[in-house]
């Protein structure tokens, strides 16, 4: 699924949420044709990048995904079937199970945080420091509004 260019005009009546998953989906598709060329996809190497050296709790993983422990449950088997990653559970707490790169998984860690290194740099050549400040400004604003916004009570639901 391509995304067509945005057309601008001097009549812009699309919502500021439009632009967010439309920037958001550019910078992703950009990713995942970059990650496809070393047989990796945008949220591999996302799910990698996050993963430390001393491991890192599958309950952490789930967090920073906002995924469910099922959908998790498949992401890390896919990863694990790739040689990318492994698990272990902790002998003190059998419900605690942390995950750990391979060398495999390592390497492609690198080259994922290579691949954000190098397309931030790229963004960062053409967007002003004062631009990028307010626009972290912005979308720190936005990321906390949407966490506290509460529907009113009889507001009809989505």
Known sequence: ????????DDKDDNTIDYYLK???????NKYNQIAARHGITQATGYVLINIHKEGTPVSQIATLLGVKATSLSRILNNLESLGLIYRETNRSDRRSVKVYLTDLGTQKRELAKDVVRKFNAFLEERISDAERQVLIQVLKRINHLAVTYKPEEGEKQV
């Open 1 to 8: 699924m391509h995304n067509k260019p945005m057309v601008t």
């Open 22 to 28: 439309s920037a958001w989906q550019s910078v992703a």
